[in-house]
């Protein structure tokens, strides 16, 4: 009996601990996500071409040979749910007509066909400026690794962090090339492809793939389909060369926020309605969130710690995010 109420504590305790663990952005639709929906005028251009390495059906069983689903062109243009399968382990490779650009808040987006928010086919993402040298996101899994997510098994998209794939079919994952701008050798300002490349959501040694930390990434495995592993829609550009401003509905004039640096708190003003306005940090960790900011509206920043903020405010006409320093 003692053995089994040690085994309930250490059960209990883990969950909680799980819960404590479930610190990133959640589905599209609630509170806090980061999900950009396809239709988003935030949006000024799509891939214009795509080039898919397919990987095998089955990564452990090579005789089960390669995903045949969709076509590379699928992948091209704005989402709309038409799909390339790559495979475990597969890579797609897209170029813009003109190079992605590091702007205000996030820079492009990357679409999945998952049907649920809770079914998530998941890839990394990296980019590159001269289309040979490569520079991955810092990717981050915290789903348990105890027990393998099987094929249509389920997962929290609390757990994940810059993985192509987190949001459901129709909403976009999107990524801030500021993230990558120390990189020696890639130039934020001039992103001339970018590549998916599907995790292998095995959590067998042989074939496991890792996030920052040194992590296995679990995700529904194996999917033994002609339309198995990550389903690329497209990728949508909210940056580029042409285009490195905030769209022209939020220039200043229509949306203010002040000090900027602050300290203590943050006051905004807006000439178009703030459905909600919420604070993440530099990893899409939601620290603070207002529903219904209106055309005023402030956040107190006090407790955060100093450095670099992200200001999300959202209106029936998309999604703008703003940069704040925190002193």
């Known amino acids: 009996m003692f053995g089994l109420k040690k085994l309930f504590i250490f059960i209990l305790l883990a969950a909680v601990h799980l819960v404590a663990l479930a610190q990133f952005a959640p589905p599209a639709g609630q509170a806090g996500s980061t999900a950009m929906h396809s239709d988003s005028t935030a949006f000024v251009a799509w891939a214009e071409s795509c080039v898919v390495e397919r990987g095998r059906v089955n990564i452990a069983e090579p005789d089960a040979g390669f995903v045949s689903f969709g076509e590379a062109t699928d992948a091209v243009g704005k989402a709309d749910t038409a799909v390339v399968s790559l495979g475990d382990g597969g890579v797609a490779t897209l170029s813009f007509a003109n190079p992605i650009a590091n702007g205000p808040g996030t820079d492009f987006a990357i679409f999945e066909n998952g049907f649920l928010d809770d079914f998530l086919e998941l890839a990394f993402v990296e980019v590159s400026s001269d289309g040979e040298n490569y520079f991955r996101f810092s990717a981050v899994s915290l789903t348990p690794t105890e027990e393998q997510i099987e094929t249509f098994g389920r997962l929290d998209a609390t757990f994940i962090h810059n993985l192509a794939g987190k949001y459901r079919v129709g909403f976009g994952v999107p990524f801030d090339l500021e993230e990558l701008k120390e990189e020696q050798g890639l130039d934020v300002n001039h992103i001339v492809s970018v590549r998916i490349v599907d995790v292998v959501g095995s959590i067998d040694d042989e074939f496991a793939t890792f996030d920052e930390a040194g992590s296995k990434v679990n995700d529904p495995w194996p999917t033994p389909f002609p339309s198995g592993g990550f389903d690329l829609d497209a990728v949508g550009v909210i940056h580029n060369e042409n285009n490195t401003d905030v769209p022209e509905y939020f220039k200043v004039?229509?949306?203010?926020?002040?000090?900027?640096?602050?300290?203590?708190?943050?006051?905004?003003?807006?000439?178009?309605?703030?459905?909600?306005?919420?604070?993440?940090?530099?990893?899409?960790?939601?620290?603070?969130?207002?529903?219904?900011?209106?055309?005023?509206?402030?956040?107190?920043?006090?407790?955060?710690?100093?450095?670099?903020?992200?200001?999300?405010?959202?209106?029936?006409?998309?999604?703008?995010?703003?940069?704040?320093?925190?002193?």
């Open 253 to 327: 004039s229509l949306l203010t926020v002040f000090p900027n640096p602050a300290t203590d708190r943050i006051y905004i003003r807006s000439e178009i309605f703030l459905e909600k306005a919420w604070l993440t940090d530099v990893k899409g960790r939601l620290l603070k969130e207002v529903d219904g900011a209106g055309f005023h509206s402030s956040l107190d920043i006090s407790s955060f710690p100093k450095g670099l903020l992200i200001l999300h405010c959202l209106t029936e006409q998309g999604v703008v995010s703003v940069k704040i320093i925190k002193n």
